[in-house]
T-cell receptor, first 117, second 115 residues
Framework: GAVVSQHPSRVICKSGTSVKIECRSLDFQATTMFWYRQFPKKSLMLMATSNEGSKATYEQGVEKDKFLINHASLTLSTLTVTSAHPEDSSFYIC?????????????FGPGTRLTVL | AQSVTQLDSHVSVSEGTPVLLRCNYSSSYSPSLFWYVQHPNKGLQLLLKYTSAATLVKGINGFEAEFKKSETSFHLTKPSAHMSDAAEYFCVVSDQAGGYNKLIFGAGTRLAVHP
C-alpha cells in the first residue's frame, strides 16, 4: 500500500514552454501533498505544501507564479513549471501524507527529471 | 526549529563489512525520525522510522537505527554490507510546526560498497 506515482518520469522541453507534472496517490487518500526539488548530488528542497481544495503554501524563495500547484482531489496534485528556463532543469519529487499517520511519514513518488533546453 | 546533521557526506565500505551512517538531530520536543534511501535517479524509499516507541528500530534490508536522546543521535547501521546497498541515504526529522508535518532532510550520505 501507500504507492505514489508521478508522470512523466522524464521530460525535455524548450525554453519558454510550460510543463505539467502529475502526482497521484494510487491506493490511499492524501490529505497533504508536498513538492520537492533536488539538484544533482544534493538533498531535497521543499518547494511547497498543498492540501486538497486549498491554495498551496510555498517555501521562502519559491516563486508561486513560476511553480503552479493544484491539488484538485485527494489523490491528485499537479505542478506546472511555467515559462521554463534551463535553470529550472532539475529532479522534481512529490510526496503524500495521510492524516491518520501522526508521525509525519511521507510516501514519495519516483520523481520527474525535467530538462529545459 | 528542527535540524538534522549527517556527519559524513561519503562512506565507503567493503562488501560483507559493517555499515555505520551517522546522524545527529536538533529538536525542541520529541521528534519523529526517519531514514530514507535513494538509488540513482529514483524516488525515496523508507528504511525505518522512530516515533517514540522502542529506541532500537529495525527496518528493511537488515538496517537498524538506535535513537539516543542523550546524544541526540539516530545512527543507521547494518552488520554486513551488500553491493545493492550502494545508494544515497537521508536522515530526516519531522517538523510538526504549523500542523503540516514538514520533513527536514539531512544533506545525505553517499554509501559506496566495494567488492
Amino acid at each position: 500500500g501507500a504507492v505514489v506515482s508521478q508522470h512523466p518520469s522524464r521530460v525535455i522541453c524548450k525554453s519558454g514552454t510550460s510543463v505539467k507534472i502529475e502526482c497521484r496517490s494510487l491506493d490511499f487518500q492524501a490529505t497533504t501533498m508536498f513538492w520537492y526539488r533536488q539538484f544533482p548530488k544534493k538533498s531535497l528542497m521543499l518547494m511547497a505544501t498543498s492540501n486538497e481544495g486549498s491554495k498551496a503554501t510555498y517555501e521562502q524563495g519559491v516563486e508561486k507564479d513560476k511553480f503552479l500547484i493544484n491539488h484538485a482531489s485527494l489523490t491528485l496534485s499537479t505542478l506546472t513549471v511555467t515559462s521554463a528556463h534551463p535553470e529550472d532543469s532539475s529532479f522534481y519529487i512529490c510526496s503524500a501524507k495521510v492524516r491518520r499517520i501522526l508521525s509525519g511519514e511521507q510516501f514519495f513518488g519516483p520523481g520527474t527529471r525535467l530538462t529545459v533546453l | 526549529a528542527q535540524s538534522v546533521t549527517q556527519l559524513d557526506s561519503h562512506v565507503s565500505v567493503s562488501e560483507g563489512t559493517p555499515v555505520l551512517l551517522r546522524c545527529n538531530y536538533s529538536s525542541s520536543y520529541s521528534p519523529s525520525l526517519f531514514w530514507y534511501v535513494q538509488h540513482p535517479n529514483k524516488g525515496l524509499q523508507l528504511l525505518l522510522k522512530y516515533t517514540s516507541a522502542a529506541t532500537l528500530v529495525k527496518g528493511i534490508n537488515g538496517f537498524e537505527a538506535e535513537f539516543k536522546k542523550s546524544e541526540t543521535s539516530f545512527h543507521l547501521t547494518k552488520p554486513s554490507a551488500h553491493m545493492s546497498d550502494a545508494a544515497e541515504y537521508f536522515c530526516v526529522v519531522s517538523d510538526q510546526a504549523g500542523g503540516y508535518n514538514k520533513l527536514i532532510f539531512g544533506a545525505g550520505t553517499r554509501l559506496a560498497v566495494h567488492p
